[in-house]
């Protein structure tokens, strides 16, 4: 986003256009999209659609989509892609690592006071482990599969760091 800004608005001001509506895979792309923009609330309340039940199974690209009860993506009569996408998009909200660093809760939402999340995996089999209480990184740890070099950014703070095999380090930003 900060290497391409034009780009990051031109990309913003067509999901603006396309607006908020849809179904289970575009859902997911909207949520993975408007993350990589670090908009945490807006992916957020394009989650809380996705995950709202429905039992409805006519075909509706616009205002239908939701969750069923089994909490297959309601994208009738079901489309696995949004189930992951989702997850995708989540992951989004809270690990980037498209840049040459890997960057800590990018767009977390205002209502994602207090979380913790283990196991998410940055490009270069790197495995974060996060905790944060209002709104505020408050750990964060870091498992490589092979001795390398990474860039951690977390509220424009950079850092560097040179994580040895399988061991986890505990991340001091």
């Known amino acids: 986003m900060d290497r391409t800004p034009a780009l990051a608005k031109a990309v913003q001001q067509s999901l ?98 207090d979380g913790e999340i283990k196991g998410l995996v940055a490009r270069g089999a790197i495995e974060i482990d996060l905790k944060w209480t209002n709104g505020q990184l408050v750990s964060a740890a870091a498992k490589a599969k092979k001795k390398q070099k990474c860039r951690v950014k977390y509220a424009g703070k950079l850092l560097e760091l040179e994580l040895p095999a399988g061991e986890k380090v505990n991340l001091k930003i």
Request: glycine share 12%; with cysteine.
């Open 16 to 113: 603006e256009r396309r607006g908020d509506d849809g179904v289970g895979w575009t859902y997911a792309w909207k949520i993975a999209l408007w993350a990589r923009l670090q908009q945490g609330d807006r992916p957020l309340k394009l989650l809380n659609k996705q995950l709202r039940p429905t039992s409805d199974m006519d075909t509706k690209y616009d205002g239908g989509g939701g969750t069923y009860y089994n909490m297959f993506d309601a994208c009738p009569p079901f489309q696995i892609d949004g189930n992951f996408g989702v997850i995708a998009g989540m992951a989004e909200m809270l690990l980037q690592s498209h840049e040459d660093f890997i960057e800590l809760l990018p767009a977390l939402p205002a209502n994602w006071k």
